[in-house]
């Protein structure tokens, strides 16, 4: 049985100074984020803009290479010592920015910190599997699971190394405002609602970053990110359109960067809470909604439709499971049979292309839903939608992402019962998806999994729109190749003159 745990294992002030002189580029790199991040602490929100900044400020216990294999970075080397435990190899030689040394008890320590429940972190379901960690002597930390545990190398991509002597010394809030890890960046500062600031790790053990200084600045307007990429005053600017990319690629003044992820988009059905208590009033939002013209006519093609809740880059990801199609006819009789016009409100955030969600406002309005919109900034709406099923918005349109490319990330926070970000409960699906994480054998958590995207085919909790495509606009000179999970590893980025 370890045999195979081991083999399953293995498989507005936005105008800030501009940037200087392009043979200068190197020592400060700016980046347009859409928002500022919501935390610099790794194990509380995981939200794109925070995992862009604290990513590189911190070292996770495994990482991915640029092949999307998972590969060492503070472990070194992992052997299975039961189907329950799991001894990591800590890599000598590591200090965190403040000097001090990187130990198996730092280790140890954040791994009990994430899955403690009173941190509260939104990433615990994710790791809730693991019941134990312990320094092992100088050099390993050993890791107790509550049984056998097929995607904790992928989770394990998320675990941020942090000092156990600053945390417990100033405690979480100011450790937020202040981090410490032993990343190829350090944090220098944050004006709050404008920008953070990070500088080169000149003693960081791996490959260093190749800019002197990063500025992740807060630019919520798109069409302000592509101009700031074509007047050269950033250097990579995250979550454009389409449209805009393409009159980036126009003007010659930067180049456009794209790639599939494993995120998704997809709209949340309360179905705790009227209207969409009554199944027909889900299955009508599912009908109503044309998934290919929104990608086409919208998205520009780049963005793919999906039926389920994964994407081709998930384990767990089937082809034939296609959801509802696209019949506003059916969608009319079926709120017509409701009773008609139910009054919806869709919550959504900043980060999220507003265009899609007027098209989603009209296209419920057009089958007979009375549809507003509320928008709202990222940390508003995450706080919003992690509020459990009683507590959750009725409708919300979102984005979701585990960042490790397993169904087990995917599924579990949001369709297990218990989870803070749940929108259903169902003693059927707690079944299948503790099941599917608790066994080796690949083919059964296949089997488990199907039975959980079936279900959601079926009872609608949510209605899943289409595999986002990740569009940056980049200033020419950069040499970097996006990646599915979104990692924005600032020590893999080169510049050619």
Request: aromatic share 8%.
């Amino acid at each position: 049985m370890a045999s195979r745990l081991k083999a399953c294992l293995l498989g507005a002030v936005l105008a800030l100074v501009a940037v200087p002189a392009l043979a200068e580029a190197k020592d400060r790199f700016v980046v347009d984020l859409v928002n500022e991040p919501s935390t610099l602490d790794p194990q509380l929100q995981w939200n794109p803009d925070s995992y862009y900044v604290y990513r590189n400020i911190f070292d996770n216990l495994v990482t991915r290479d640029d092949k999307g294999e998972i590969a060492p970075q503070i472990a070194t080397a992992w052997k299975v010592l039961s189907d329950t435990q799991v001894e990591f190899e800590i890599r000598d030689g590591v200090t965190f920015h403040d000097g001090s040394t990187l130990t198996p008890e730092d280790v140890a320590y954040s791994v009990s910190r994430i899955i403690d429940p009173k941190l509260a972190s939104p990433q615990r379901g994710q790791f809730d599997k693991i019941v134990k960690a312990e320094a092992n002597g100088p050099h390993s930390v050993v890791l107790t699971l509550a049984g056998p545990y097929p995607a904790l190398l992928a989770q394990l991509v998320k675990l941020s190394i942090v000092p156990k002597h600053v945390v417990e010394v100033v405690g979480n809030d100011a450790f937020n405002l202040k981090p410490v890890g032993s990343g190829p960046y350090k944090f220098d500062g944050w004006q709050r609602g404008v920008a953070v600031t990070l500088t080169r790790n000149d003693a960081y053990w791996g490959q260093k970053g190749p800019f002197a200084t990063a500025v992740f600045r807060a630019v919520p307007d798109a069409a302000t990110r592509l101009a700031d990429i074509q007047a050269g005053s950033a250097d990579l600017a995250v979550s454009l359109d389409s449209d805009l990319a393409g009159q980036l690629e126009a003007s010659g003044k930067g180049k456009r960067l794209y790639t599939l992820t494993e995120r998704l988009a997809y709209l949340r059905l309360n179905p705790t809470k009227p209207p969409f208590d009554d199944p027909r009033l889900r299955q009508a939002v599912a009908y109503a909604v044309d998934k290919e013209g929104i990608t086409e006519g919208i998205l520009g093609g780049l963005d793919k439709p999906i039926g389920q809740m994964l994407t081709p880059a998930h384990f767990g990801w089937f082809e034939d499971i296609p959801g509802l199609p696209y019949d506003p006819d059916k969608a009319k009789a079926l709120v017509a049979e409701a009773g008609g016009s139910p009054k919806v409100e869709i919550a959504t955030g900043a980060f999220f292309d507003q265009r899609v969600v007027q098209a989603i406002q009209q296209e419920l309005a057009d089958v007979g839903f009375d549809a507003s919109i509320k928008l709202v900034d990222t940390p508003t709406f995450l706080k919003l939608i992690q509020q459990g099923a009683q507590g959750g918005p009725v409708l919300a349109v979102s984005r979701s992402s585990c960042a490790c490319q397993d169904a087990d990330g995917a599924l579990y926070q949001l369709f297990h019962s218990g989870n803070s970000w749940t929108i259903v409960e169902s003693k059927e699906l707690d079944g299948w998806l503790d099941d599917a994480r608790s066994t080796l054998d690949a083919d059964r958590r296949l089997t488990d999994y199907r039975k959980v995207s079936t279900f959601i085919a079926k009872e609608i909790p949510v209605v899943p729109l289409f595999q986002t495509v990740a569009i940056y606009g980049a200033a020419k000179p950069l040499q970097w190749t996006p990646t599915p999970n979104e990692s924005l590893f600032l020590n893999r980025m080169s510049w050619s003159e």
